[in-house]
């Protein structure tokens, strides 16, 4: 009984909600005064999909430089990692969108150093038109949140 009343606490702490026997969705901050219609992140078993994230400032606005996005965009990932007790050297999947392929090189030396050297995660990345609130970059990563971080 201890172990499920910390379960719940832990849960109702963190704004965390379980429908689904192994699935915790942890709701999103509110986007523009309104409830966001996703979830920041989603942990099934032992993996911790992250919502994609923006360089979007806590001012609620974006960086004028693409260096600025990227560099705000990995600390909001960084963010959302340390938030579910998570770290950069758990992420193992990463999915880059970003708006012009010419800032590949530029999102590349922001993006390399949050990871220890050999241990870059797996990674996919393509051109995208429209992101949302005129972001020029999105990244979206899974990380292994196994049993020791239950």
Excluded: H
């Amino acid at each position: 009984m201890k172990v499920i009343a910390a379960a719940f606490a832990m849960v109702a702490s963190t704004g965390a909600v379980s429908a689904t026997p192994g699935v915790t969705y942890y709701p999103a901050p509110a986007l523009q005064g309104r409830p966001a219609p996703f979830s920041s992140a989603v942990r099934v078993g032992d993996v911790m999909y992250l919502s994609g994230q923006i360089g979007l400032a806590p001012d609620g606005k974006l960086p004028a430089t693409f260096e600025g996005q990227a560099k705000q965009t990995m600390d909001n990932v960084g963010a959302a990692l340390k938030a579910r007790g998570l770290g950069w050297g758990d992420v193992f999947k990463c999915t880059v969108m970003i708006a012009d392929m010419k800032n590949w090189p530029a999102f590349n030396a922001v993006y390399v150093p949050y990871f220890k050297p050999g241990r870059l995660p797996a990674r996919s990345a393509l051109g995208a038109n429209g992101l949302a609130l005129g972001a020029e970059l999105e990244l979206e990563c899974l990380a292994y949140a196994g049993a020791r971080r239950r």
